[in-house]
């Protein structure tokens, strides 16, 4: 079943509007790693985190991972319409040769 | 580069037919990897290969076998397809051996009827 765990499913703001989505894994993560799928397109690797409460931010992207390695968010400040897809979270599993997905937050954006 | 690219775009099957996703990556990288994709499930991983001679599987590996005869090519084969395999499949790859940042081909939309 899915060891990694994402909410909220769906998410509908306006634009302008803060968006963040949490991933949660059952077990420690050496690393996690997020994606972003716009609508009929494909995932595309967005950042990698690997240290404790590391934080990392790409504009108004900001990326936590949990102290205890076990959950991540992601904040996007100000949404705009481009940033308009489903957003992954990814852990490894099997000694790092898996990658395990999380189920994906949808988002949605009123202009 | 062209990167990952995955052939057919789109195949509808009937029951029992065999088919095979193509995928290839001129990055010499070394992990290649299967997905699919359904509504609300996220992305599973099918089957895996760390290196040319190397695979395994994932979380759903039944009904699908696959082959690394080549560091560029990792075809995904349907035995005999059913409903349940109506999905959309992505390939993946990444540099070496560890499961790193990911590069996904444009992905095959199957619909077995």
């Known amino acids: 079943g899915q060891q990694v765990m994402q909410i909220p499913q769906y998410q509908h703001v306006q634009e302008g509007e803060d968006f963040t989505t949490y991933c949660d894994s059952s077990?420690?993560?050496?690393?996690i790693q997020w994606y972003k799928q716009r609508p009929g397109g494909h995932p595309v690797f967005l950042i990698q985190l690997v240290k404790s409460g590391e934080v990392k931010k790409q504009k108004r992207l900001t990326f936590q991972f949990g102290e205890a390695k076990k959950n991540s968010s992601l904040h996007i400040t100000a949404t705009q319409t481009t940033d308009v897809g489903t957003y992954f979270c990814?852990?490894?599993?099997?000694?790092?040769?898996?990658?395990?997905f999380g189920q994906g937050t949808r988002l949605t954006i009123n202009p | 580069n062209a990167g990952v690219t995955q052939t057919p775009k789109f195949q509808v099957l009937k029951t029992g037919q065999s088919m095979t996703l193509q995928c290839a990556q001129d990055?010499?990288?070394?992990?290649m990897s299967w997905y699919r994709q359904d509504p609300g499930m996220g992305l599973r991983l099918i089957h895996y290969s760390v290196g040319a001679g190397i695979t395994d599987q994932g979380e759903v590996p039944n009904g699908y076998n696959v082959s690394r005869s080549t560091t560029e090519d990792f075809p995904l084969r349907l035995l005999s397809a059913a409903p349940s395999q109506t999905s959309v499949y992505f390939c993946?790859?990444?540099?070496?051996?560890?499961?790193?940042?990911?590069?996904f081909g444009p992905g095959t939309r199957l619909t077995v009827t």
């Open positions: 993946a790859s990444s540099r070496d051996g560890q499961v790193r940042e990911q590069y």
């Open positions: 990814a852990g490894p599993r099997g000694g790092a040769q898996k990658l395990v």
């Open positions: 077990t420690t993560l050496s690393n």
């Open positions: 990055m010499n990288h070394e992990y």
